[in-house]
């Protein structure tokens, strides 16, 4: 049975031991080391044998190895002559003593010895030193020292004693110490620290070890006696200790409390039911923990601005409470104001987060709340979480375990969480939150996001989420928010994205305007105590929603899934953002925050401010289908989650096989942001987007980002599951990856256009053409059709259609590529980007300038060819201007020769007739072929013209669809010849 001793009883059971020793081994048998060996191998000990149960161990300059479970009556540690003892008990072994383990002093040398090994051990008590003073000895200073290593468990029943003695001539001191670098001991005693004298200081137990490891002490005495002097008291830095008494009785008054002094410790239990205090500043070390599964916390110290008595927290450290209580003035003080640290809640029934979640630290000689000193609150236990703090609490995650409720409990609207990184539920759990007591943060540097959830898993309440926008430069995107509706909630825009019709000077929602807007706002002049005039705002009439600005359009759109056509929002009081079975997307041109885009006298505000919208409502959980997905038609769906989501993965699924394509807006592209479309194996038409992330493999979507797809063929549908969520979380931009993987055996043209802006080209839009075995050059469903961007736009043009991405043949000869760019700003620079990724095509490219007249040669190997021009009042300088030729061999110098004229009409109408001027007095008579073909390069018409006064009219006989065609006029004297475009309406 195990025994808790007070030091009474053990100073009577040290005179019992001395004066029964003679009688009590009377009949045992004592087995002295000899070897270094087995504690079962006879040769190991003399006299010759084993020992066992009643028999007493000496072991000396030996070490002795425990391979099977083993017991004695009673173990000395010599270290005999100046080497080490050493007791090393292999893993899954134990070895039982049933009396005590004896560290003996010497006058002669030190005696190091050691208990190691992974398995473990079980005594009465351990003695290092003597058991009693004796003053006589030594007359030379040595050092007793165990070292206790590794143990899966050391058992004290007794007492842990370590006894020093000093000789006062000549002075001398036998140093007593316990070394406890690893493993586990459980002492159910007390420590017994005695010194002779003023002896040195360190002595006893210790754990501040050069070489220490995990050690921890189990402390599991009424009063297991924490000394406080230099001399004595125990040194548990880096150490874990728990105060775990075992009370078999009645519950300890409220005087029966157990002083903890100031201690370094890496992880501090307090596991009994009693009342604790500290009557030091107790620290907790880097990556530690303080742990109060029993009993209660007091800080006895009425002094909030002082450390004293609290618990000092170093970065990273972890508070676990069980079924215990902090009480008032027992915040944790953080060391640095820079630190973070955790907590557990593990309480089986209903528990109370109080004040032990508002941090504090010392900032300028005050003691001072620190909000976002949290890392984590982790709920470990079922049953009703409720938040009595005076604080909102900042916290990077909240984690919950098992199904359980949170609720708030203060009557001020105090207590609630923001939390800025992530919603963890690893597990299948039903959680419950009262409304409006959590947040999902949005900042420049991160969005909180909900982790994957399990199946089966439900939320409940209504929780606010947050969508931060950076508005460097006026912008457009498409939006959406990831909640929905449930009994009838309200989801209008006015009630999320315009602050519920409430005027404030922080920068939230967005302002949203119209021609047609109603809204109006009160201004008030008023004059402060220094006579200096001030304005007030307060809203006069909410209206439609909309502010009317003088000559502006709406600045938000939506899209219909069913007839493929946009719209403006005209009333923001009933357009929802989301229903009980879905969230929208809307297109956004988000410039400010709520009613700071105008001066409220229907003028606009120049420039942009960053903002931060929020919507409020229930998550959106589970599986998303979104059916009726058309190849004609594109199909918007909002990202449906509180989490970026992998769109690779959401293709990967085989329910998902009818569509590989999507387009969404970059709104670092061009000047108000631009379409960009990406393919599996092909990557992104725009090469150049911010979407081009490390992960080249596609893109991810965040939360609250909308996005467009189309079917491949006939009706699809398209599955968005929590295992495509994904912690990629993006604020501002995606890392450009300039090495984006090619998994396919697609040979890539890709096309940049970039706009000059002051003096540098920024990105404005891009597309490229995709040629492989089997590849149709015909338009069909696996190309990529072209989403107009409000600015700038390049397309490949193929017949009638504007594409993005357009597939090919293998190319052949005099295969070419036509660009079509619109909406660029006259008297503008821009810069064409060409290169290959994956090219096997051995012949030569020429980009040919139908507008100059001009044929350069384009690098196939990968490498960036660039193509400056300027757009002019000649319409000719933009539109269909550059074609891309592929040919077998090198042009002649005759074919880079320009055949100066022009095309008017241009567009002519089918059917009809083109005149071609010539420019050249040169060309102004003479013998010339016509040919033109469509955009695929087929032939569709020839002509031989003789040309007699600079210009001739060519009919157009044969059948032609609107769409781009090439002339191509051929010199039949000098053999020069070029190329222009001509548009067929």
């Not at 190309?783 to 490949?796: M, Q, V």
């Amino acid at each position: 049975m195990k025994t808790n001793y007070s030091f009474t009883k053990f100073i009577k059971s040290i005179i019992l031991f001395v004066v029964l020793t003679s009688f009590y081994f009377s009949n045992a048998t004592e087995y002295t080391s000899v070897a270094t060996g087995n504690w079962e191998d006879s040769s190991t000990w003399f006299p010759s044998g084993i020992p066992t149960t009643g028999d007493i161990v000496k072991i000396q300059n030996h070490t002795i190895t425990v391979n099977s479970n083993v017991s004695c009556e009673q173990i000395e540690f010599y270290g005999g002559n100046g080497g080490i003892s050493k007791l090393e008990i292999t893993l899954g072994k134990k070895l039982t003593v049933s009396g005590n383990i004896l560290v003996k002093p010497t006058n002669n040398y030190n005696n190091d010895s050691f208990i190691a090994g992974l398995g473990e051990l079980e005594i009465q008590n351990l003695i290092v030193g003597n058991a009693t003073l004796v003053n006589s000895f030594p007359t030379n200073t040595r050092l007793t020292t165990l070292y206790v290593d590794d143990l899966t468990n050391f058992i004290i029943n007794g007492n842990m004693v370590s006894t020093t003695h000093v000789n006062t001539n000549p002075v001398a001191f036998n140093e007593s110490r316990i070394r406890h670098r690893s493993g586990i001991i459980t002492l159910y005693g007390v420590f017994n620290i005695q010194t002779g004298g003023s002896g040195p200081t360190g002595l006893g137990y210790r754990t501040d070890n050069t070489l220490q490891g995990d050690a921890k002490i189990i402390l599991s005495n009424i009063d297991p006696i924490i000394y406080t002097d230099a001399q004595r008291g125990q040194d548990f830095s880096n150490a874990t200790v728990e105060f775990n008494w075992i009370n078999t009785g009645t519950a300890l008054s409220s005087t029966n409390l157990l002083n903890i002094p100031g201690k370094k410790f890496k992880n501090l239990i307090l596991n009994s039911d009693r009342r604790f205090y500290a009557n030091g500043t107790s620290e907790i070390i880097e990556n530690g923990s303080f742990q109060i599964l029993k009993g209660r916390w007091y800080n006895q110290n009425t002094d909030e601005n002082s450390t004293l008595g609290k618990i000092l927290l170093n970065d990273n450290t972890n508070i676990i409470i069980g079924i215990a209580r902090f009480y008032s003035n027992t915040n944790p003080i953080l060391k640095n104001s820079n630190n973070k640290y955790s907590i557990t809640y593990k309480q089986a029934s209903s528990t109370i987060i109080g004040d032990e979640i508002a941090a504090q630290g010392e900032i300028n000689g005050t003691i001072q709340i620190i909000n976002g000193a949290i890392k984590k609150i982790t709920l470990d236990s079922s049953g009703s979480f409720t938040i009595i703090s005076e604080y909102n609490v900042e916290l990077e995650e909240l984690m919950i375990n098992k199904s359980t409720s949170l609720i708030g409990h203060s009557t001020q609207g105090l207590g609630k969480l923001k939390i800025t990184k992530l919603l963890n539920i690893p597990n299948s759990s039903n959680i419950i939150f009262a409304d409006n007591l959590v947040t999902l943060k949005s900042t420049i540097t991160e969005t909180a996001r909900v982790s994957e959830l399990q199946p089966n898993t439900s939320i409940l309440g209504k929780i606010n989420v947050e969508r931060y926008l950076l508005n460097n430069k006026r912008q457009w995107r498409l939006l959406t928010t990831p909640l929905r509706i449930v009994n009838g909630d309200n989801s209008t825009i006015i009630t999320n994205w315009q602050n519920n019709g409430e005027y404030t000077t922080q920068n939230i929602g967005i302002d949203i305007w119209g021609p047609t807007g109603t809204l109006t706002v009160n201004v008030q002049e008023e004059e402060d105590f220094f006579g200096d005039i001030f304005y007030t705002y307060s809203i006069g009439s909410i209206g439609n929603g909309l502010v009317n600005i003088n000559n502006s359009s709406y600045n938000v759109r939506k899209f219909n899934n069913i007839s493929g056509n946009w719209s403006n929002v005209t009333d923001t009081t009933n357009e929802l953002l989301f229903d009980s079975d879905k969230n929208y997307g809307f297109l956004v041109f988000a410039t400010h925050p709520f009613l700071k885009a105008q001066n409220f006298n229907g003028v606009s505000v120049s420039g942009s401010l960053s903002t931060t919208i929020s919507s409020y409502g229930h998550l959106i959980t589970g599986s998303k289908t979104y059916e009726n997905i058309y190849t004609n038609k594109y199909y918007m769906i909002g990202n449906p989650y509180a989490s970026p989501i992998n769109f690779v993965q959401v293709l990967a699924e085989p329910e998902n096989s009818g569509i590989n394509k999507v387009w969404f807006i970059d709104p670092t592209v061009s000047t108000y942001g631009g379409y960009v479309m990406w393919e599996e194996g092909v990557g992104y038409s725009n090469a150049a987007s911010i979407f081009k992330t490390n992960n080249a493999s596609g893109p991810v979507f965040q939360s609250g980002e909308a996005f467009f797809v189309k079917a491949t063929s006939a009706t699809s549908s398209l599955t968005i599951k929590e295992t495509h969520k994904t912690d990629g979380v993006t604020n501002t931009t995606l890392n450009r990856n300039a090495n984006q993987t090619n998994t396919t055996n697609y040979e890539l043209f890709r096309i940049l256009l970039e706009k000059q802006s002051e003096n540098n080209f920024i990105n404005a839009d891009g597309c490229v053409a995709a040629f492989y075995m089997g590849g149709n050059n015909e338009v069909d469903n696996a190309d990529g059709s072209k989403l107009s961007n409000p600015g700038e736009n390049i397309a490949l043009v193929n017949a009638t259609s504007l594409l993005s991405i357009e597939h090919r043949n293998t190319i052949e000869n005099n295969d070419f590529l036509t660009l079509r760019i619109s909406n660029a700003t006259l008297g503008t620079n821009y810069k064409l980007k060409l290169y290959t990724e994956n090219f096997e095509y051995d012949g030569y490219a020429y980009l040919q300038d139908l507008f100059l007249g001009t044929t350069t040669e384009i690098p196939l190997d990968g490498s960036v060819f660039e193509y400056e021009y300027q757009i002019t009042e000649n319409t000719a300088s933009t539109g269909s201007r550059f074609k891309i030729l592929f040919q077998n061999t090198t042009l002649s110098n005759a074919e880079f020769t320009a055949t100066d004229f022009m095309l008017y009409p241009n567009p002519v109408i089918a059917n009809e007739s083109f005149t071609i001027q010539f420019h050249s007095k040169a060309n102004e008579v003479g013998s010339f072929d016509c040919t033109i073909y469509n955009a695929l390069g087929q032939l569709i018409q020839k002509n031989h013209l003789n040309v007699v006064n600079g210009s001739i009219t060519v009919p157009l006989t044969s059948s032609f669809k609107s769409g781009v065609y090439f002339v191509e006029i051929y010199n039949t004297q000098n053999h020069s010849k070029t190329t222009k475009s001509l548009i067929i309406e």
